[in-house]
């Protein structure tokens, strides 16, 4: 199973951005997804999840701000940030656990996708 992160750029203040994490592999179902930002010099910080039931939690620098869903049939996440400001500015990495089918069986593991680089700047 790969996480492939993309949609990252620079946009200016107040600019949105959809970041969108395509996962592959052997997927039975993603269990849950996150979005986790790193901004230079800080760590690494949980910014939005989601459950496969649709239940959502968000940090509250997000909160009003950024929207996490998914796409099942696509096996896609997607992080909707609008109204961005330079505190923004960071690698932006999803995370999931996911369900994986197997010849012989079903089996849950998390990964992690590659980042993408978010600039909020004028």
């Known amino acids: 199973v790969q996480l492939q992160a993309s949609g990252g750029g620079l946009v200016h203040p107040g600019g949105s951005l959809r970041l969108s994490c395509a996962a592959s592999?052997?997927?039975?179902?993603?269990?849950?997804m996150s979005w986790y930002r790193q901004a230079s010099g800080k760590q690494r910080e949980l910014v939005a999840t989601?459950?496969?039931?649709?239940?959502?939690n968000y940090a509250d620098s997000a909160k009003g701000r950024f929207t996490i869903s998914t796409d099942d049939a696509r096996d896609t996440g997607y992080l909707l940030m609008t109204n961005l400001t330079p505190e923004d500015t960071a690698v932006y990495y999803c995370?999931?656990?996911?369900?994986?089918?197997?010849?012989?069986?079903?089996?849950?593991?998390?990964?992690w996708g590659q980042g993408t680089l978010v600039t909020v700047s004028s």
């Open positions: 995370y999931a656990e996911i369900t994986v089918s197997t010849v012989m069986t079903y089996y849950s593991d998390k990964y």
């Open positions: 989601i459950t496969s039931s649709g239940r959502t």
């Open positions: 592999g052997n997927i039975f179902r993603i269990n849950a």
